[in-house]
């Protein structure tokens, strides 16, 4: 089972190198859509095969909030919103790809210097945890328009979930339920901020709201 665990955790690996060097922004989302579908089978791989209720519901509730609704979400603000396609970052896409190189070869240090409390677990699933947690606070900080920002969220996010399984052999349930509804509450209040935002200064690039004044 841990071949399983280790297959979904590169592919999340290379979806985080993904969203560094796409140019757009309709990309990003189903890469986003694509690494959050991978999660929910990492829930179900994680179970060390042992399948349950509880491990088919909540594989269900992620696959269906952060494969499908999260993104929708995002592809509706994106269409409602009059502004460009493309990702317009602050750091270039080469120079994102190198930051992401660095990202993966720190995250791989940590991998090695952490040692896991849950027998079994994957070698690299805490390699894995760090490297998404940072990308995603890498996009959020290099990334001019909100809808990336959301994204970056959404995969640091990804990256404490991750890090939940190396950390705690059974997360509650209703812990899990938790997170994913106050993940979904930020989206949803993120996506009414962008439409807000292009509603009212036509564009939804963070960085041009520096130049408002009180």
């Known amino acids: 089972m841990n071949n399983i665990v280790d297959l979904i955790l590169v592919f999340l690996i290379l979806s985080g190198f993904g969203l560094l060097g796409s140019s757009r922004l309709v990309s990003c989302i189903r890469i986003a859509a694509a690494q959050g579908t991978a999660l929910g089978f990492l829930v179900l791989a994680q179970s060390f095969g042992v399948l349950s209720l509880r491990v088919i519901f909540i594989t269900v509730a992620v696959v269906v909030l952060k494969g499908f609704v999260f993104p929708h979400l995002l592809e509706r603000a994106l269409r409602e919103s009059d502004t460009s396609r493309e990702v317009q970052p602050f750091v270039g896409y080469v120079g994102s790809l190198v930051t992401g190189v660095i990202i993966l070869v720190f995250s791989f240090w940590l991998g090695l210097k952490a040692a896991l409390p849950v027998a079994g677990a994957s070698s690299i699933i805490v390699t894995g945890a760090f490297f998404l947690f940072l990308v995603g606070l890498f996009l959020i900080v290099a990334r001019k328009t909100a809808i990336n920002q959301v994204v970056g969220y959404l ?26 509804l106050d993940v979904f509450v930020a989206v949803f209040v993120m996506g009414i901020a962008i439409y807000r935002i292009n509603k009212a200064f036509d564009h939804i690039d963070s960085d041009r709201l520096r130049s408002l004044k009180g």
Do not use: K, Q, R, S
């Open 155 to 180: 995969v640091m996010e990804n990256g404490i979930y991750i890090f939940g399984f190396a950390t705690v052999a059974e997360i509650p349930a209703l812990v899990e339920l938790g997170v994913l």
